[in-house]
């Protein structure tokens, strides 16, 4: 088929990869425009439009698709579809309508659950047990659209974002492709999304990505676990110094020991600290282990290595 691919981040590049390697025809790429980084502010192309090039694909950068110009040169292509995968632009219904068999999205969670624009990490998050990915017909609405594949997966007890979206990323590849071969023998089955289960997986923000040890363990290790590696749920140490925890664990205390949430139980191998929310699963007090954490313009650390250069000890506070 003919088609157009938009997309951004790491996340779409699989995708793209898929669709060529399968022998379709992409007109043409959109991704979001060149970004400037790096203490010269060069520009940056994006993952997609690097993997674009690679392949000798046309490259589009459109700020914004709502002018006339460029939904002309959009319709221009002649189109049997448009596949999306994390672009970051909003499609306006010119765009929407100018495919002869429409634009379908990639989405990384189980619709209607998940929403939006953070889907990975506010499944890890909440505590979910499984998610998956979705190829999704578009519309105008917030992921609303009908259900053509799905396809879950557990999240593990280890899980982070970044592993979750390394996992996702290449499930997602092959359902996109098995998308696209139904579509193309007039096979695919579009199914309504079910009204009840609605949730928004809402952008995070800075301030909800401070650590509350006031909360229970294993919301914590949750949240700890479904920031990592961006934007990292952080925590100041006893020097007041910012720290970013990105791996973590819940692990039981003797019924005995009292701490209260914030203060250093045990710094030998990893940095376990007290947490809110009453007993543990087992009994004792719910506590966190910290096994990976990165200070402020350092690289990551294992705890003991961590420990070893900023000499904290038990009964110290982390607020």
């Not at 396809?151 to 492709?177: C, F, N, Q, W, Y």
């Not at 376990?272 to 719910?286: E, L, P, S, T």
Request: aromatic fraction near 4%.
């Amino acid at each position: 088929m003919r088609l157009a691919f938009m997309g951004t981040p790491a996340f779409a590049t699989p995708t793209l990869t898929e669709i060529v390697a399968a022998g379709h025809e992409v007109a043409a790429v959109y991704t979001k425009a060149l970004q400037r980084a790096g203490r010269g502010q060069k520009e940056r192309k994006s993952p997609v439009h690097e993997t674009a090039l690679i392949h000798g694909l046309s490259v589009e950068t459109p700020r914004s698709l709502k002018k006339a110009d460029v939904q002309e040169a959009f319709a221009a292509l002649d189109l049997d579809a448009a596949i999306v995968v994390a672009y970051g632009l909003i499609l306006p219904a010119p765009i929407l309508e100018a495919p002869r068999l429409g634009c379908f999205n990639l989405h990384a969670s189980l619709l209607p659950r998940w929403r939006g624009a953070a889907p990975i990490h506010r499944a890890i998050m909440a505590g979910d047990h499984e998610t998956g990915v979705q190829v999704m017909r578009m519309e105008e609405g917030l992921d609303t659209g009908a259900i053509l594949l799905s396809e879950k997966t557990p999240i593990a007890s280890d899980d982070t974002t970044a592993s979750l979206h390394d996992r996702l990323s290449v499930i997602g590849a092959s359902l996109m492709t098995r998308a696209l071969a139904a579509l193309e023998r007039g096979g695919a089955v579009e199914t309504p999304q079910a009204d009840d289960g609605v949730t928004y997986a809402e952008k995070i923000s800075s301030d909800e990505a401070r650590i509350d040890w006031s909360r229970p363990a294993q919301e914590l290790d949750c949240h700890i676990r479904g920031l990592s590696p961006f934007p990292g749920a952080w925590f100041e140490g006893p020097d007041g110094a910012r720290v970013k925890a990105l791996l973590s664990s819940v692990v039981e205390t003797p019924r005995t020991e009292t701490h209260s949430p914030g203060q250093v139980m045990s710094t030998d191998g990893d940095l376990v600290v007290a947490c809110g929310g009453g007993r543990g699963r087992g009994g004792g007090a719910g506590a966190l282990a910290l096994k990976t954490l990165q200070r402020a313009g350092k690289s990551s650390q294992s705890a003991q290595a961590f420990l070893n250069g900023v000499g904290w000890r038990p009964g110290d506070r982390l607020t």
